[in-house]
T-cell receptor, first 111, second 118 residues
Framework: QQPVQSPQAVILREGEDAVINCSSS?????VHWYRQKHGEAPVFLMI?????EQKGHEKISASFNEKKQQSSLYLTASQLSYSGTYFC????????????FGKGTRLHILP | NAGVTQTPKFRVLKTGQSMTLLCAQD?????MYWYRQDPGMGLRLIHY???????AKGEVPDGYNVSRLKKQNFLLGLESAAPSQTSVYFC?????????????????FGPGTRLTVL
């Protein structure tokens, strides 16, 4: 079942902050975050694991609330290069090795 | 390293025709995935494989078949293409986890194949 992302779209001015949320109806083992530029493949940003381990991007942070089955991606002091569509992907505790992605959040940064 | 490559990059089919999309990775990854991307729908998992000779269904498997005869290759087949299969197809690979076989490392995506079915 696809995780639900919110908001669907965000428009910011350069330097402003944004939060993108991802929630699941199932208990999660991991949450992945990716960014996709128009016409390109998704690119890895971060993974958050059950138990608190994180791997990923230096300038972008995220949180994972295992109890609420939610994750949030924090984009602070946004740059023009942050524009794109952000996807969260989730893996449940069912051990089925599937990574299911949400519908995405479109982020547009204005100069 | 080439990473993940996909062949072809573009293809136009007529309804009822068949074709195979090839995904290849040179990172010795165990896990490979096929996704389709449609406007407003995100990335939807079609089929995936956790090792050579294994395949499993994802969210939207109907109308597609897959094979993983070699570890580095993952093939996606359309036996009788339909207009509803017009989409951009992405392949991804993942080294998999160390404990319990979990796919908790990053997905490496290929550049995509744009398929149009008329």
């Amino acid at each position: 079942q696809q995780p639900v992302q919110s908001p669907q779209a965000v428009i910011l001015r350069e330097g402003e902050d944004a939060v993108i949320n991802c929630s699941s109806s199932k208990a999660l083992y991991s949450v992945h975050w990716y960014r996709q530029k128009h016409g390109e493949a998704p690119v890895f940003l971060m993974i958050l694991l059950k138990g608190g381990e994180q791997k990923g991007h230096e300038k972008i942070s995220a949180s994972f609330n295992e109890k609420k089955q939610q994750s949030s991606l924090y984009l602070t002091a946004s740059q023009l290069s942050y524009s794109g569509t952000y996807f969260c992907g989730t893996e449940t505790v069912d051990r089925d090795d599937k990574i299911i992605f949400g519908k995405g959040t479109r982020l547009h940064i204005l100069p | 390293n080439a990473g993940v490559t996909q062949t072809p990059k573009f293809r136009v089919l007529k309804t009822g025709q068949s074709m195979t999309l090839l995904c290849a990775q040179d990172m010795n990854h165990e896990y490979m995935y096929w996704y389709r991307q449609d406007p407003g729908m995100g990335l939807r998992l079609i089929h995936y494989s956790v090792g050579e000779g294994t395949t499993a269904k994802g969210e939207v498997p109907d109308g597609y078949n897959v094979s993983r005869l070699k570890k580095q290759n993952f093939l996606l087949g359309l036996e009788s293409a339909a207009p509803s299969q017009t989409s951009v197809y992405f392949c991804a690979s993942n080294s998999g986890g160390l404990a319990g076989g979990r796919a908790y490392n990053e997905q490496f995506f290929g550049p995509g194949t744009r398929l149009t079915v008329l």
